[in-house]
């Protein structure tokens, strides 16, 4: 079907409307009921957990529930591929800010150093339950990692160009072991976790 201008015009004003309460509300609320579901799971894992105690755990009724979402593999889904979208486009941004090859390292160690001091559930659920997802989903989550990995062992074969593409990825992967550690180590402050994580990871990469 053909549009007019002034038909597109109207549309990308429609769009650009901002948010009605009411929406902004039930995306609070879905939010909600996502870091439920991550704290739950983390500690019980994904199939020691049901899709009522995630709505108990927020003080939502089950028919207010599956407003949100029809199954607690649906929200396990929404939460992995949430995150690794997230991460995803952190090092994007990271790889697309500048010619550095050094800054770009320190900005993805800033990335997965974000990640891994605000969200600890989201660790122990990806590192537990990744199997868990149904294929479509797995398979998404599967591709953003391999990019992202592929980010960090370019960037790292461009601040050292000694290392083989083999030894490079082994030492992203060791560095990436050692930061998703902080669900099971001793919680210290933010500022002082983000600094000790920082200087661990530019000490493994440089291994």
Do not use: C
Request: aromatic letters at 4%; hydrophobic letters at 45%; glycine letters at 6%.
């Amino acid at each position: 079907m053909l549009v007019d201008a002034g038909e597109d015009e109207a549309s990308e004003s429609r769009d650009a409307r901002p948010p009605t309460a009411r929406a902004l509300a039930k995306a609070q609320r879905r939010r909600e009921i996502l870091v439920a579901a991550a704290r739950l799971m983390a500690r019980h894992g994904f199939h020691g957990v049901r899709l009522s105690d995630i709505g108990t755990e927020v003080g939502v009724s089950g028919p207010a529930l599956y407003r949100h979402f029809a199954s607690k593999d649906e929200a396990l889904a929404e939460m992995l591929l949430d995150i690794s979208q997230r991460l995803h486009a952190g090092a994007r941004a990271a790889m697309s800010a500048g010619d550095d090859p050094e800054a770009t390292l320190n900005a993805l160690i800033g990335v997965h150093v974000d990640f891994v001091v605000t969200e600890p559930d989201l660790i122990s659920v990806q590192f537990q339950d990744l199997r868990s997802l149904a294929r479509e989903p797995r398979e998404q989550v599967r591709a953003l990692q391999r990019e992202y990995v592929g980010w960090w062992v370019s960037t790292l074969r461009r601040v050292r160009p000694e290392l083989a593409e083999p030894e490079a990825r082994a030492l992203a992967h060791a560095t990436f072991g050692l930061l998703n550690s902080t669900p099971r180590i001793p919680r210290l402050p933010e500022q002082e976790l983000r600094a000790v994580m920082t200087r661990m990871a530019r000490a493994a990469l440089a291994a």
